[in-house]
């Protein structure tokens, strides 16, 4: 069974603090690793990973993958109080599409 | 991206009662996913639905409880059927695209 962990479950800090949000997995056939956003219900797209030691970059949001440990990172830099939301990452496999996602690392920023 | 049209976007509903979600995607899409979400956890996939054919269904879900209907390739819905409190949830419904996946705007569920 496919398997996501993020860690930590929660975190706070301060405006302007940059931020390593982790994600670990367990998948038979990987094909991709998915970061997204939640703030209220929907979650809004971030990354999508598929090779290892390449990283994505998107303003102060950048990740990467690494496919030997099995891993990914999401980093944040400058945090704004907008960053708050619930981070979450998941796995998809080759032949199979649909995700497995993580508990979700929720991140609050405080101004 | 695909534009995924998600309605309603919250209800409060009955015990014992029936609620049908909606989603209208702006393209043609083969598969149709949708998700549950309960307070306080991350999201479980329920089914996926394909045009012309039933829907698979994930291990702990089933169609009496969960019926899925796909009439065509942008509109899928999903009915949580005989509600008890534990099936209050956000329900989501996304497509798969080649750069990632979309979901839906959500629909927050309580059954009181």
């Known amino acids: 069974e496919d398997k996501v962990v993020q860690s930590p479950l929660s975190l706070v800090v301060h405006e302007g603090d940059t931020v390593t949000l982790n994600c670990s997995y367990e998948?038979?056939?990987?094909?991709?690793l998915l970061w997204y956003k939640q703030e209220k219900k929907a979650p809004t797209f971030l990354f999508m990973l598929?090779?290892?030691?390449i990283e994505k970059k998107s303003g102060r949001l950048s990740s990467i993958l690494d496919k030997k440990e099995l891993f990914s990172i999401l980093n944040i830099t400058a945090t704004q109080t907008g960053d708050s939301a619930i981070y979450l990452c998941?796995?998809?496999?080759?032949?199979?599409?649909?995700?497995?996602f993580g508990t979700g690392t929720r991140l609050t920023i405080i101004p | 991206s695909a534009v995924i049209s998600q309605k309603p976007s919250r209800d409060i509903c009955q015990r014992g009662t029936s609620l049908t979600i909606q989603c209208q995607v702006d393209?043609?899409?083969?598969?149709m996913f949708w998700y549950r979400q309960q307070p306080g956890q991350s999201l479980t996939l329920i089914a996926t639905?394909?045009?012309?054919?039933?829907?698979?269904?994930e291990s702990g879900f089933v169609i009496d409880k969960f019926p899925i209907s796909r009439p065509n390739l942008t509109f899928s819905t999903l009915t949580v059927s005989n509600m008890s409190p534990e099936d209050s949830s956000i329900y989501l419904c996304?497509?798969?695209?080649?750069?990632?996946?979309?979901f839906g705007s959500g629909t927050r569920l309580t059954v009181v």
């Open positions: 998948v038979t056939n990987f094909r991709s």
């Open positions: 998941a796995v998809e496999r080759f032949g199979n599409e649909k995700l497995t």
């Open positions: 393209s043609q899409v083969t598969m």
């Open positions: 598929t090779s290892s030691g």
């Open positions: 639905a394909n045009q012309g054919s039933e829907a698979t269904y």
């Open positions: 996304s497509v798969g695209e080649e750069y990632g996946y979309t």
